[in-house]
Structures are given as structure tokens and as C-alpha cells.
DNA sequence: GTGAAAGCGCTAACAA
DNA sequence: TTGTTAGCGCTTTCAC
């Protein structure tokens, strides 16, 4: 910690404090040559204004939060990228917590953030439960909170996502045009906004093409891998599905194993699609298609959006959704036969 | 921000904000009943002390950063999955900052941090730059430094890492054992420490093998992506080796994808290993031998050893090593033909 | 353009 | 066990 304050500086220099404070900020008026002479000094001291001091007059910590309920994939690291990019380029600090999928752990991070350690918050919903009171403490304490890629629907915020539901109607679309006639669903957790769009875009490809819905064909899965890879053995086995929608892609990988122990070939046997934002599905055995969510620039957008909120707060009587445009890429894991 | 204070509670409750104080600390004796009353009005209203009062005076900011270069494999991720994890544990908070390997940015990040932000910092060099400065700033303010996966040498900190040397000479002990004659290194960046380490296990299997070392088959490669895939194609056109050690991932996939393109196959052309915290190694085409750090672990370790600096400060004369050992996974890409 | 002084919200000696 | 009080280091009116 620095022991050198700002009352020191201003004794070795004979100033007063308030000029050596002044010339750390930049609005008030002080002579140019002064604030050069207090900033070399400082310089040369290896000086600089007590944090914690200064946000304790301001109020204002020039930091955000992000949390995320899993740190597995690319999605999340690329979407984190994007946010640090812009807080840093706005000055702001940025903390990063994960849930792992638990909203006990996501209350309680969110409830340590209410003590002014935060200006603003960006989360990905962790999915679970049907008590989502502790994100009211950062709305009763005016600190903004915006939503990416998974979110909760009885909460109003601003929440920025993917098209989900057009590309997985495309996504399945194309499995059906590539001769699927049984498709499953593997859906990351019913309860987190992602899994019921991403179903119901899955659902609308299938009833515009006139197949039936079949629930035995949709397979809710948990957070622990072992019991989805033999839930999904199951549905391999049992449901005998010729095509594979997963909606994230650590299920689809799972699956990918899972043929291949039971001796099921992708594509011929079975097509698989997901999605993911690997960027090596092209060296994949077979190359891996996917619905690939623009991530860096979905954290960017978020990240924007939070300093927009928190330069000019705006109330949302409800959910206010921006949808960023996915890239669907289709390659050897969906071909047709 | 919170806009009510201990002294609003105080009053509502006819006590003193000491008292009030008294109860969100631990130590201090209170009646139990008066702490009770205390924390339940405190829940009511929606009240937690402000952190930067706190901060300012307890000079302690429960919050330690991580600066790491880039963010595109899973090494890192994992790598904060252990740090966050820990500190999390601790009641510490976890800042990100990403210096995209720039030495300049993490210069200025590393500024940013000296005025009481942190208490702690955990990095991995960004490798560039011969003036490693800013990291004494660090020192003067008493703020411990532990250093992971990559360091700067002229600089006394606790290294956690792996063991990097014994990995490398066995990886390419192991395409020798493979039939390989002329097997070229691709290095990260010559400055960083991974990159001169790795080296020499390479350097050291060659000898053992009575191989002499050929600096046109070390390739050292630069932050673009694009240049280094220019590099690596002529690297193959006009060397021809017979097998690749690549220092890191990225480096390994561009070579996959430039033989595929100048028609060489994997393993029967040219055998491939590299170092990777990839998990989907095995679904490569073909399947990928790699050198697998432990980084969840490399996390943890160096952010255990970071919170033991914060408990009881050790001045370091030399640089203190710890090394974790890694696993070689060897797969298809290295096959013998 | 610069200085004096009050106070941000909390903690911790000390007193009661 | 509880209250009083003096700061932590900085910012910001208000004088000069």
C-alpha cells in the first residue's frame, strides 16, 4: 500500500494539499507550471492518490463486475475479452467472478458487490432457481445490470444475446434438409433463458416441417458430465435419433464421444450440429458445424451498454432484448449422406 | 450506490455507529442480542458498510488482479477458474486485465494498481520489452507479485510454472523415439521464459540423441497470427522437417492447417507435438500429442502462495521457482509410420 | 491561483 | 457492553 500522501508531496513541494490534489484532477484551475512541477514529483516518488480515499468522496469505484456462471468454453473467455477491453478503455477496473451454474454462489457474489464496490454489473444468469431477489439489492442500490447470453425472464433488464431463435431454427432446418427425420434436443438446463429459446426455434423447424414434436427426443441435462454422457448413451440407444441439436457445445462434444463408443459414425449415422465458438471445428474428426455467437462482440455491446446506463440511467419498466447476429457454419458433422 | 449509512442505522436503532460498527466486525465483544437486532435492521434496509470507508481506513482492499497477455486457450481460463476459486475462498476479489502481450499495456495496468487497488497481484509476463520498471512500483508499495506460466528474468518473485525443461526435452525425445531426423521448434516469442526454456529441452533431447541442433529449424514467431502462418508454410516448403515442437497451441493449430493446405499429412509427413490444455485433443484429425500443463492447479498453487505473501511477507533475493508437473499425452499426430 | 477547513463513512482506541 | 472521539487520505467549497 502507498504510504506516501498526498499531504507528504505537498510538504516537500511547500504547497498545500488542496493544490497537489488539484493537480490530479483535471477540471479545476491551477497553474500549468505547479501541476507540472506536483506531477514530476509525484513521478519521481512513485506517488498516486489513495484510491479508496478518493472513491470515499466521490462515491464512485470505476469498477464493474462481471459474472458468469462457467469458465468451460471459448464463449465465455471471448465475451470477457470484449468487456475488459471497453472498461479499459473507459478507465474502469473490471471483477470477475463465477458461479459455476449455482445460484447460492451467485447471490452471494452479487450480495458482496452492494457495498459501493461496484458501479455496474454485467452477468450471465447461472440458470438455477426460481428466486432471483438478491439482483433487486443491486437495483435498490441505482446499480445497473445488464444480462448477456443467458438471463431471467422475471427480471427487467437490458439482456444482449444471440438470435437464438433463428439460428436454431436454421440450425435444425438444415438437419431436416440433410434427411433427418428424428432429431433431439439437448438442452443445457430448462430453466436458463437459452435452453427455452434455443428449444423453441428447434421446435418451430420441426412443426414447419411438418414433424411432431416427440419429448422423448428433447433431453434436459444437469452440471455434472458423467450422468449427461450416459443420459445422452441412453438417448442414443433407446430413441435411436438420426440428427443431434445440441444447445451448448460441451453436449455435443459428449455426444461426438458417445457415437464413437457405441460405434455410431457422425455424419453417417448420425448428424450433429451445436452451439459453440471454437474456432478450430474445422480440424474437428468430422469438422464440427455450429451456430457460432458472435461473443467479443456480444461482451463488447454489453460492456457499452452498462456505460451508456451509467452515464445516463434509464429505468426499464421491462425487458429490453438486443439480438446479435449469429454465423451458422455447416460442415462434415451434418452432411447429408 | 448505498445511500444509507452505519449512522442512519444507529439511529433508527437509538445506539451508536460504533456499536452499529461493532456488529458487521467479528472481533470486537457486542452483546449478541444488540448484534442480532443490528443485522436483522441492516437486511431490512437493504444495508452493507461501505467498503471504501472501510478500505480507508483498515488500508486493505480484499481485492487482488490478474494480468495475463491474452486470452485465447483454455490455458488461462483454467488458470482463472483456480485463481478466482481461491480467492474467492479467502473473501478476496479478483480484478482481470488482459495486456494482449503488449508490454506497454501491462506498464499501464500495472500503474493503475499501485494506489491501493490491490493488495496482491498475480501475472504472467506479457513477454515483451527489455524495461521491466513498472514492476518495482509494485515492490516499493509493498504489494506482493507472484509470477505464473511466464516471467521475466531480471526480476526476484515467486515463479509458479511447469516443468517446463523435462516436458520438452521428453516431447522431443519422444518424435525422435518416432523416427523424426529434423524436427523444428516453434517458439513463442524468444524473450518470454517459456519460450527459451522449451528450447532447451528441445536442445537437450537433440544432443542426447546426437542430433545437432539447426537454428533454420527454429522458428520464433511474432503476435499475428497471418505472419506467423506465412513463416510456418515457408518453414515446411524449404526445411522440410520430418516433425514440429511447438511451444504453444495456437502454433500447433496453424501448422495442422498449413500442411493440410500444402497437401503433407499428419503423422505419415510430418509428426507434430505441442504444448495444450486443450480437452478435445482426442477429437482432432488426427488426434493431438501434447504436453499438458496443470493450469486449474497452477492457478490455485500461485494463488495460495500469493494470500501466504499477504499473511506474512518474505523478501526475495532470487527468484523462487515452484515446478508442477505436466502430463504427456501422446496421441496419433506423433505416430511412428 | 492557492490555502484553510469541513467532511465522505467507517474503525478503533479510550472512556464510561 | 456501549458511547465518544479522533482520524484514514482525499475533494471541494469558500476565502484570500
Known amino acids: 500500500m502507498s504510504q506516501i500522501t498526498i499531504v507528504d508531496l505537498a510538504e516537500t513541494l511547500g504547497l498545500s494539499k488542496s493544490t497537489v490534489s488539484r493537480a490530479f484532477r483535471d477540471s479545476s484551475d491551477i497553474n500549468p507550471k ?70 447460492q454462489n451467485e447471490a452471494s457474489i452479487v450480495r458482496s458487490l452492494a457495498n459501493g464496490r461496484v458501479d455496474g454489473v ?35 433488464s437490458h439482456f444482449v444475446t444471440g438470435n437464438d431463435f433463428e439460428s436454431s431454427r436454421r440450425a435444425t432446418e438444415h438437419l431436416i434438409e440433410n ?41 434436459d441435462t444437469e452440471n455434472d458430465a458423467d450422468v449427461n454422457r450416459d443420459a445422452i448413451r441412453k438417448l442414443l440407444l433407446e430413441q435411436k435419433p438420426d440428427g443431434i441439436f445440441a444447445s451448448v457445445e460441451r453436449l455435443a462434444i459428449s455426444t461426438m464421444r458417445v457415437a464413437s463408443e457405441e460405434g455410431m459414425r457422425i455424419p453417417e449415422d448420425l448428424k450433429l450440429i451445436c452451439f459453440s465458438c471454437l474456432d478450430i471445428t474445422d480440424l474437428l474428426q468430422p469438422s464440427l458445424s455450429v451456430v457460432k455467437q458472435p461473443a467479443f462482440e456480444m461482451g463488447k455491446h454489453a460492456a457499452n451498454f452498462l456505460f451508456q446506463q451509467l452515464a445516463k440511467p434509464i429505468e426499464l419498466t421491462n425487458q429490453l432484448t438486443t439480438l446479435l447476429e449469429s454465423s451458422l457454419i455447416f460442415q462434415n458433422s451434418s452432411k447429408k449422406n
Open 179 to 219: 434427411g433427418c427425420k428424428r432429431i433431439a434436443y439437448l438442452v443445457i438446463n430448462q430453466n436458463v433463458s437459452i435452453g427455452k429459446v434455443r428449444m423453441d426455434g428447434y421446435k418451430k423447424a420441426l412443426s414447419d416441417h411438418g414433424i411432431a414434436t416427440d419429448e422423448r427426443l428433447v433431453l
Open 122 to 156: 454485467l452477468i450471465s444468469a447461472s440458470g438455477e432457481g426460481r428466486d432471483h431477489s438478491h439482483l433487486q439489492l443491486l437495483v435498490d442500490h441505482h446499480i445497473p445490470i445488464v444480462f448477456f447470453d443467458r438471463t431471467y425472464d422475471d427480471f427487467n
Open 34 to 103: 505547479t501541476k507540472e512541477r506536483i506531477l514530476a514529483k509525484a513521478e519521481e516518488l512513485g506517488f498516486s492518490p489513495n484510491l479508496y480515499a478518493s472513491s470515499l468522496k466521490g462515491n464512485k469505484s470505476y469498477t464493474i463486475a462481471i459474472i458468469i456462471p462457467e469458465f468451460g468454453n471459448k464463449f465465455f473467455s471471448q465475451a470477457i475479452k470484449g468487456i475488459e477491453l471497453i472498461a479499459r478503455s473507459k478507465g474502469y477496473h473490471t471483477l470477475i467472478y463465477v458461479t459455476d451454474s449455482n445460484v
